[in-house]
């Protein structure tokens, strides 16, 4: 299961796996993007959320959803600080930020790599979290998660086009009745 910083008017907490984003379209519910023929953008855009484990304070990781001005601050952060990566070999990214209402934009305090306080998530348990959040296929032992969700994505077109249908697309009759 993931949290999201969606209540919270402060978070601080340190990037203990990698980060995955993924286009999603809201109807409803959270769907994937479908990519380059995906109906869906034809009425809304797709939201940017990112998906990552990270360890609070006291160091046991928990999966998190992001949305996309944390994850823009942050790495607005990071190039400030020249920081290149999310975590190392035996390092994770701190990140400490806020806002001053749940409607405002996240605004990044502190960010430094610091020596890992939990365990790492790898990116096999991370991929695992977010294909049963969306209900998606696993990844190929050799598929890296970038060609994995370009191959999965376009599965999602026909849930998406039926989610369209209560936000005015229409099935049209081509079949004139005198």
Not at 69 to 83: D, K, Y
Not at 96 to 114: G, H
Request: hydrophobic share 40%.
């Amino acid at each position: 299961m993931f949290r999201d910083l969606g209540k919270l008017l402060g978070f601080t907490g340190q990037f203990c796996s990698d980060v995955i984003t993924l286009p999603v379209h809201y109807f409803g519910r959270s769907i994937p993007c479908a990519g380059e023929n995906c109906e869906a953008c034809l009425y809304r855009s797709p939201r940017r959320l990112s998906y990552c484990a990270l360890c609070t304070p006291h160091g046991v990781p928990a999966m998190y959803e992001l949305c996309e001005s944390f994850m823009s601050s942050v790495i607005e952060g990071m190039s400030a600080v020249g920081a290149e990566v999310f975590r190392d070999a035996t390092r994770g990214l701190v990140v400490s930020a806020k806002r001053a209402s749940t409607r405002n934009a996240w605004c990044v305090e502190r960010l430094e790599l610091v020596s890992r306080r939990g365990q790492v998530v790898t990116m096999v348990e991370l991929l695992g979290a977010v294909t049963r959040l969306y209900r998606l296929p696993l990844p190929l032992p050799s598929e890296e998660w970038q060609s994995w969700f370009e191959r999965v994505r376009v599965e999602q077109n026909d849930l998406l086009k039926a989610s369209l249908l209560p936000f005015g697309r229409r099935k049209v009759d081509l079949h004139c009745h005198n």
